[in-house]
């Protein structure tokens, strides 16, 4: 979710809390003061955003933001304060891209990996269940479970499964994940005898190819665990979808990629073809991933014909309109995540731009030289 970076004061560790620009005596505990003037933390609160700078007045922990930004921060919010001065948000309910983090740690290293796994230290788990126990479920219609590789945490991971069961089984619950560690068949039937009412279960598959899935997830053996994941999730009876993530080296093998997919999990509810965010290692590899994807808006077409006309349902997600064959635009998705979607000067004018999924502001300056108005 969005981060802000200010200046901290007395933050130690991190502390997650609800925001309020409320000053009210009652309902402070667990919640995070916010004010454009406050030079001091009320009572209760468990710290202080501020944009009227560092004061000795303040004993709590304390992150002076520009005042410019501060309103950008809604009441009932929940984020973190970081020791570096970070405001990270990390539930917003009027955001319809709210995730939930239990651990940066992964077995993979993809090389397009937007956000390379780094150690667990257990914060994230922690922050997560707690974060879980203070959300108002009326509040919640869908919940999204990523990292990282959530199933790493093993026991933890169904503790995590088993709460979002108990508290919010009225919400849309989906989870993604590389899918290797549920080729344990235990695993996968602890996880399905949890009974989410509304869940799908998100594998990343990269390639037809053996060899050349288990390069771009950055493990060997990555592939067939992952392919035996996804059976053991279909001898179960779990709702999956196939996300393929098009990057240079697998551009080219679109159209095999969906027969493949067609012939061997004829199970799966939903495939999506994905375009890059070139943050992470997808930045750092940048030169060995990129391609123009309006050079392989054929490819794409093929691929997403196919599996349509195998009666699969299928979706291209985070690739605009114009770079895209019209006859893929029924299948193209808004699908970037609303705290960093947003649209080129390119675009103004465009009559396709209600419909478009627009860029990642994350990757302004990484898009193809075809970028043009649709009119």
């Known amino acids: 979710m969005k981060s802000y970076k200010g200046h901290p004061k007395g933050i130690s560790s991190p502390i997650l809390a609800e925001v309020s620009y409320n000053k009210s005596f009652f309902n402070r505990y667990g919640k995070i003061y916010v004010s454009q003037e406050a030079s001091s933390c009320p009572m209760g609160f468990s710290g202080l955003i501020t944009g ?9 922990p304390t992150v002076v933001l520009d005042k410019n930004i501060i309103n950008e921060i809604s009441e009932g919010t929940f984020v973190t304060l970081n020791q570096d001065g970070t405001v990270s948000v990390v539930w917003d309910y009027k955001s319809s891209s709210n995730t939930i983090f239990p651990t940066p740690a992964c077995d993979c290293r993809c090389v397009m990996c937007p956000q390379p796994p780094t150690y667990d230290d257990g914060t994230s788990f922690n922050f997560a269940m707690k974060l879980l126990d203070r959300l108002d479920p009326s509040k919640v219609t869908k919940i999204c479970v990523t990292g990282g590789e959530p199933t790493l945490l093993g026991d933890k991971f169904i503790e995590l499964m ?5 508290r919010f089984d009225h919400a849309f619950v989906m989870l993604l994940t590389n899918g290797k560690n549920f080729s344990n068949y235990a695993l996968a039937k602890e996880y399905a005898a949890i009974g989410l009412s509304n869940s799908i279960t998100c594998f990343s598959l990269h390639s037809d190819l053996e060899e050349l899935n288990d390069y771009i997830a950055g493990s060997k053996g990555s592939f067939h665990k992952t392919v035996q994941g996804l059976y053991n999730f279909a001898r179960l009876s779990q709702k999956v979808e196939i996300r393929h993530v098009i990057c240079k080296d697998n551009s080219l093998r679109l159209e095999e990629f969906a027969h ?23 930045l750092d590899n ?3 991933l990129w391609i123009d994807i309006f050079k392989r808006r054929k490819h794409i077409n093929r691929a997403v014909s196919t599996l349509h006309r195998a009666n699969v349902s299928v979706s291209v997600y985070n690739i605009p309109l114009c770079l895209l064959d019209p006859n893929t635009w029924p299948f193209a998705r808004q699908s970037i995540s609303d705290w960093k979607n947003s649209y080129l000067h390119e675009c103004i004018g465009c009559k396709q731009q209600s419909n478009c999924c627009g ?14 108005k649709i009119l």
Do not use: Q, W
């Not at 009227?52 to 709590?60: A, I, Q, V």
């Not at 375009?275 to 997808?282: D, T």
């Open 52 to 60: 009227n700078g560092l004061s000795k007045e303040c004993s709590k």
């Open 162 to 166: 088993k709460k979002i069961k108990r």
């Open 260 to 282: 493949f997919v067609h012939r061997n999990f004829p199970f799966a509810f939903h495939v999506a073809f994905m375009g890059m965010e070139f943050v992470g290692h997808a």
């Open 286 to 288: 940048f030169n060995d």
């Open 359 to 372: 860029f990642f502001t994350t990757s302004y300056d990484k898009v193809s030289p075809n970028i043009k």
